[in-house]
Every structure is written in C-alpha cells, then in structure tokens.
C-alpha cells in the first residue's frame, strides 16, 4: 500500500495529572513548522494516541500537519500505554485534560488551543469543557458521543445486566483476549461466549471490541472502510477497559445524559443541569451506521448546545460512516477530513 511520504518528527511530553498519575502528550511535526495553532487529538476509551494514525495512505494527522496545524496527541489515563487504573470518566475530566491543556499552552505559549476529541476522550473533555476547567480550548470538534450519550437496545441490556454480572469476576473487559486466549474461567467463558456470536470475520479483537462497545457485527466501523492492513493493526491498538467506567456509562445511558459519580468538587452533579462554562464553538460529527452510540447522541447535544447560541455550533451526520472509521477509513481523508479542516479552520 501506498504511504504518506510526509517525514514525522515526534517527541513525547510528560505531565502529572491532578491526583498524581503519570501520563503524557506525543508532539508530531512535518517537513515544515506549523503556521496554525496547536490542535490536541483525545482518543476514546481502551485504546491510546496512536489510534489517530492507522496504515492508510494519509492519516488525520498526516493531514493536519499538511494544513499547518502543530498536533499534539493525549494519552490520558485510558490509556493502554499507561499502566491499567479503575478510572472514571470524572477523574480524566478534572484531573487529566486541564492538565494535557495547560503543557500543550506552555510548550507552544499561545493562549489558545483547539481540539478533535473522540468517544469517551469527548465525554470526559466535554466535562471538563461546560465545568469550566478548559478556557483555552476555543475550538472543539466532537466525533460520536459528548453529553448525551444514546445507545442500541442490545447495549442498554449488556449495560444493565452484563456488566454487573461480569463485575462479579472480573475488573477489566480486554480485547487482547481475543489475541491471547486467557487462562482464567471468566475471561475464557465470555471470549468463547464472542466467538460463538460473532462471525462477521476472522479477527478475535475485533469481535471483542464489538461485543465491548456497542451492538453491531461489527460495532465500531464497517468492514467495507477499512483497507485489510488496517484490520489487522487494530489487534494490537485495544486492550484492558475497566468495568468501573461501564458502570457509570449504564447510570448516563438511564439518565439521557452525562451525570458524576464521584461527587469531587470542581464537577457538577448533572452536566447539562446548568449552561455550560465555555466560550468554545462545537462542531459535533457522528457515523450514521454508528452502532457503539447512536447518531441521536450527537444531535441532542447539538441541540442543547444551539439553544444557547443559536447558529455557532455545527453538526455533521456522516454517511456510510459508522465510529472510528470517521478516523481509520480507508477513504476518510477524502469523505471526513475536509469537514474537519473546515470546522477548524473557521473563526470563532
């Protein structure tokens, strides 16, 4: 397959969060500098930076670079290449984007940033958002989820019933188990319990991360956008999410919206109870075919978001797209790219 042929520099940016855990920016850069602002790309939940740069010819970040951006990719505390921790989506919003935010503002010293977040990276950085926690964010492009977070009726049912039930035996769900067969009863009995679902292809971490994250076969892209390289890449791109977070997804899928379960201060108790504390201007992009979170999700939020401000925000329903192949598509950096430019590139 033909690859980028844009040379990439990188370098990796430690910073403490909040409560002390160790995590850490990677700071990509092209054949030239950046005459644009720093944009930080947030990645979901089980998975980590480098799920912005699958083996297609031109990634997301390929492309920002060539539009003159200055990317900045966040590994925060869902990270798989940080060391497992029961995390919910509350600590990453008080403790880990503040703080990515503030070293991407220091290390570049311009005031304001931008930022492209994606499924549970957009939950938690929206929280932090409309709590006030981000003023340097100015721009903010949200894929899949945000506030409102709607799922199909068989993820509503494995949300309520599954969850607790695996809770019992286990702390983490781990794609890799459909790399590397565990030994223990639980882990095994689920994986064969996948197997015997799942048939839409040959790929055990694929059909795990279907079983995990959403209701479709599969769930968070469709086959027919991902070149074969890709397919098989994503084995070694999803490991360990702990159930403490699917826990708290249940309590948002049953309230319609994002609530806290920790009760730490600087959060509110409901999200959407009061206006939000930003200035940003939101441009929310959802796959229709998304079977992880609904298109609906992406469009109440839009709608809570315009009842504020009334045509500033925008929203984009991709067709033929379902959830991370608005990424790792084969063909995105033709279909999506262009409207992320266009959010981005536009003034507030």
Known sequence: ???????????????TAADGLECNLIHIQGNTPPHKGPVLLVHGAGVRANIFRAPV????????????????????????????????????????????????????????????????????FMMSAVSGLIPQVQTIVSNAVSLHPVVPFLSRLKLNYTVPLANLFVKYLNPQWGLHKPKEFAPRFLTWLIDAIHHE????????????YGSGFPALWRHENLNEETHEWLKHEFAACPLRFFSQMARCVHKGHLISVEGKPGLPEDFVAQPPKTRARLAFFAGKENLCFLPESQERTFDYFNGFRKNYHSLHLLAGYSHLDVFMGKNAAQDVFPLILEELNRPN
């Open 1 to 15: 397959m033909e690859k980028s042929q844009i040379k990439l520099k990188e370098r990796k940016v430690s910073f």
């Open 57 to 124: 010819k031109t990634t997301l970040v390929d492309y920002l670079l060539a539009n003159g951006y200055d990317v900045w990719l966040e590994n925060w505390r869902a990270s798989i290449d940080l060391p497992p921790t029961e995390w919910t989506l509350d600590q990453a919003a008080l403790y880990d984007h503040p703080e990515a935010v503030r070293t991407v503002v220091k290390e570049t010293g311009t005031q304001e940033i931008k930022a492209i977040i994606h499924c549970q990276g957009s939950t938690s």
């Open 201 to 212: 292809c040959d790929n055990g971490v694929c059909k795990q991360v279907s079983f995990s």
